[in-house]
């Protein structure tokens, strides 16, 4: 019998002052079985780092032809693709060809991933990419419960998570490109 998703409610207090975006979305995001709480956590973040209207998450971690959350136009072009974790440069640049930009938020150890990926992708101009620091996100995750209710500003590069009890702040580290609107 296969594992089946288990949906997570998510309410988004979102403050982004460098954007002037102030919404509050309410959710409900699948977290797949083999998937860990630091990429739950980093695709929620990423929905708030780069809100849109149409900003939508993607089927998951089983079907590799989708992001892990994308914006895509009325027409159905994929104007905003946003990957989460660790993928390969191959991945980066398949990506960088199916859509307008590519965005990746890079959680985990990077000493091993980014000299092998980052000099491969360096030339796809529509591709930027940020690290979350460890030690924040670590201590974020522990606290998720079924039912996340995190306040989110953003300003000046950094993600200030709030939830019933403690704050946390996750500066971002700009690997390549910068924070694109």
Same mark, same amino acid.
């Given at each position: 019998?296969?594992?089946?998703? @288990?949906?997570?409610?998510?309410?988004?207090?979102?403050?982004?002052? /460098?954007?002037?975006?102030y919404d509050?979305?309410?959710?409900?995001? +699948?977290?797949?079985?083999?998937e860990?709480?630091?990429?739950?956590?980093?695709?929620?973040? +990423?929905?708030?780092?780069?809100?849109? *209207?149409?900003?939508?998450?993607?089927?998951?971690?089983? %079907?590799? #032809? %989708?992001?892990?959350?994308?914006? @895509?136009?009325?027409?159905?072009?994929? *104007?905003?693709?946003? *990957?989460?974790?660790?993928? #390969? +440069?191959?991945?980066? $640049?398949?990506?960088?060809?199916?859509? /307008? &930009?590519?965005?990746?938020?890079?959680?985990?150890? @990077?000493?091993?991933? +980014?000299?092998?990926?980052?000099?491969?992708?360096?030339?796809?101009?529509n591709?930027?990419i940020?690290?979350?620091?460890?030690?924040?996100? @670590?201590?974020?995750?522990?606290? $998720?419960?079924?039912?996340? #209710?995190?306040?989110?500003?953003?300003? /000046?590069?950094?993600?200030?998570?709030?939830?019933? #009890? /403690?704050?946390?702040?996750?500066?971002? *580290?700009?690997?390549?490109?910068? &924070?694109?609107?």
């Amino acid at each position: 019998m296969a594992l089946q998703a @288990t949906p997570y409610k998510v309410n988004l207090n979102l403050s982004d002052l /460098d954007r002037e975006v102030y919404d509050n979305p309410r959710m409900t995001v +699948a977290r797949h079985p083999s998937e860990t709480e630091q990429r739950l956590a980093a695709r929620v973040l +990423a929905y708030g780092l780069w809100y849109h *209207e149409h900003l939508t998450f993607g089927r998951g971690l089983s %079907e590799v #032809d %989708e992001a892990a959350l994308w914006q @895509t136009s009325l027409d159905g072009r994929i *104007e905003h693709w946003i *990957e989460v974790g660790q993928p #390969d +440069a191959d991945r980066l $640049i398949w990506c960088s060809r199916r859509a /307008d &930009r590519v965005s990746l938020l890079v959680y985990g150890n @990077t000493r091993v991933w +980014a000299p092998k990926v980052l000099p491969k992708v360096a030339k796809q101009k529509n591709v930027h990419i940020a690290a979350l620091p460890e030690e924040p996100l @670590t201590a974020l995750c522990a606290k $998720i419960n079924r039912t996340i #209710d995190w306040g989110l500003m953003i300003t /000046d590069d950094v993600l200030y998570v709030s939830n019933a #009890d /403690d704050q946390y702040e996750l500066p971002l *580290e700009w690997l390549q490109g910068k &924070r694109n609107f």
